[in-house]
């Protein structure tokens, strides 16, 4: 008989936030509610293993969906990973003057973001001979409890971060119920990245996301 997985509740908080539809390339135009993707990168950066591999099953919207627009500046280019790769060996770096590639955007953001997210982690093919689910149960609610994070949780956008604390039940779902459409879900991995979507349909304040296979083992 197969254990049952150790799930988990996590509040997630901000001012600004961005989960930007991947239909829209010039223009960054945000999804209502936060992405399972992203919900699972916020989590992550709390605890990473690749021991252990994440899986997001239902986000709850704390507070009403409220949109923001502004302009941000942006660069046009981006370094290419051949240039990382001989810099790393040695190589001279181009100069980049960010003021002679830099672009103005409109963006359409959310605002004072407050999310729930209930998410469980299942062990991969890359456990070592000591890891378990118990141990790294221990090792997320330390770090939860603390603070701690592997690198720093941001809310879609790196200049949007994110605050992380356990979710007690309050407050509670927004009671509203709409459908936002197509979402995307998460990307899976491999010779060719590809990205999956689910119809993400709201019931008084919860979307139930769907366990789609993306990669990373089981």
């Known amino acids: 008989m197969a254990e049952r997985p150790l799930v988990y509740q996590v509040r997630i908080r901000g001012e600004l936030a961005c989960f930007t539809r991947p239909e829209l390339k010039v223009e960054r135009v945000s999804y209502e509610i936060i992405t399972p993707s992203a919900a699972r990168g916020i989590i992550e950066a709390v605890l990473w293993k690749p021991a252990i591999r994440w899986k997001i099953r239902r986000i709850l919207l704390l507070a009403p969906v409220r949109f923001i627009q502004f302009r941000r500046n942006e660069v046009n280019s981006r370094i290419s990973t051949r240039t990382i790769s001989s810099a790393e060996k040695g190589g001279a770096l181009r100069p980049f003057y960010a003021d002679e590639d ?10 004072d973001v407050d999310y729930a997210v209930e998410a469980n982690f299942v062990m991969t093919d890359k456990q070592g001979r000591d890891d378990n689910p118990l141990k790294f149960d221990e090792m997320f609610r330390r770090r939860l409890e603390k603070g701690q994070a592997c690198y720093f949780p941001y809310l879609g956008c790196r200049e949007f971060p994110a605050a992380i604390q356990e979710y007690n039940g309050q407050p509670e779902p927004v009671a509203e119920s709409r459908d936002f459409g197509w979402m995307l879900h ?33």
């Open 102 to 111: 830099r672009a103005q955007r409109n963006t359409v953001a959310l605002r």
């Open 186 to 218: 998460d990307i899976r991995f491999g010779k060719r990245n590809e990205p999956i979507f689910f119809h993400a349909q709201m019931h008084n304040g919860v979307v139930n996301v769907p366990d789609l296979a993306v990669g990373g083992g089981s």
